[in-house]
């Protein structure tokens, strides 16, 4: 008989080596709120928040990415979440245009990053858009999230830059606002989501999209298990979201259970501490 209890993972699985932006929270506090997680009469522990991040850094490092880092504000305590600063497809860079007055100021700080560190192709959008925080690069589908924050108006603008195609999906409860709060891609064609976070229309396109996708319930929703981060073989997650750790472990990939509860207080997960440099693709498909 074989022995279901512990799948062992696929080695065909391959991680591939990412470029990283990450922003420390030497500043993170929740002094105002813009998603429901946010409470800013909940104390906040700056050298939690801190080390947590810190170990994440460390995880990527010790997984062979590249991480690099941009100088935090102290005026800007949301900054941590870099995934929010820009996005970045083929090495182009769209900059990120906040809705809420708090964040604002970080969409120029990112910006001015990329100027600053070699990337040529800079775009000041003329759209409101939070970045890679509604922007999910899957294969050359750029899937792009809009209903909380980003305006389905920047999808456009996205694929214009970008010249990839861009797939408008609607996120319908509160508590996912952005796009990687509600679904997470861990190989080109392949994605984990929560249905219930979407619209009937946008399900539907993801069941079309991705009819193998694994789909999350409630439990492992709430403790923001989609917000994770996948190499194509590590998918770095929360610990509590056991059922999509064990439905991701029967498809090879290899979750990694990784707790940020401080930046939880401010809605904000591994995902959300990390923006991908995706660089620029040759014709022949090979990454320079
Ligand atoms: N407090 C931040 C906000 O509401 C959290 C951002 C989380 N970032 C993300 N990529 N989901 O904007």
Not at 21 to 34: A, G, H, K, N, Q
Not at 112 to 132: H, I, K, M, Q, S
Not at 159 to 186: I, K, M, S
Not at 205 to 211: K, S
Request: glycine share 8%; proline share 7%.
């Amino acid at each position: 008989m074989s022995d279901t209890s512990a799948p062992t993972v696929d080695t065909a699985r391959e991680a591939v080596s990412r470029r990283l932006l990450m922003c420390s929270p030497r500043y993170f506090d929740v002094t105002y709120s813009i998603n429901p997680w946010m409470d800013p009469a909940k104390p906040v522990d700056a050298g939690a928040a801190r080390l947590q991040w810190e170990q994440l850094r460390d995880l990527y490092v010790s997984l062979g990415h590249t991480v690099e880092l941009i100088e935090p504000d102290e005026d800007l305590p949301d900054m941590v979440f870099a995934a929010n600063g820009a996005t970045v497809v083929d090495g182009k860079v769209l900059g990120s245009r906040f809705r809420h007055l708090e964040r604002t100021a970080e969409g120029p700080a990112y910006l001015r990053w990329f100027t600053d560190n070699g990337f040529p192709d800079v775009l000041w959008p003329e759209y409101v858009n939070e970045g890679a925080g509604d922007y999910l690069l899957a294969g050359r589908t750029l899937l792009a999230g809009t209903g909380f924050r980003t305006d389905p108006r920047s999808h456009a603008e996205a694929q214009e830059f970008f010249g990839v195609p861009v797939v408008g999906l609607t996120l319908v409860d509160p508590r996912y606002y952005h796009l990687d709060t509600a679904l997470c891609v861990l190989a080109p064609g392949e994605v984990m989501y929560n249905p219930a976070a979407f619209s009937p229309g946008s399900r539907a396109v993801l069941r079309e999209m991705f009819p193998d996708a694994i789909l999350a319930g409630a439990e492992d929703a709430a403790v923001f298990g989609l917000n994770a981060f996948s190499d194509g073989r590590n998918v770095i997650l929360p610990e509590a979201a056991l059922s999509l750790a064990a439905r991701l472990r029967e498809r090879g990939f290899n979750p990694l259970g990784m707790d940020l509860p401080e930046l939880l207080k401010a809605g904000g997960g591994a995902k959300c501490c990390t923006l991908e440099l995706h660089p620029a693709v040759h014709l022949d498909g090979a990454s320079c």
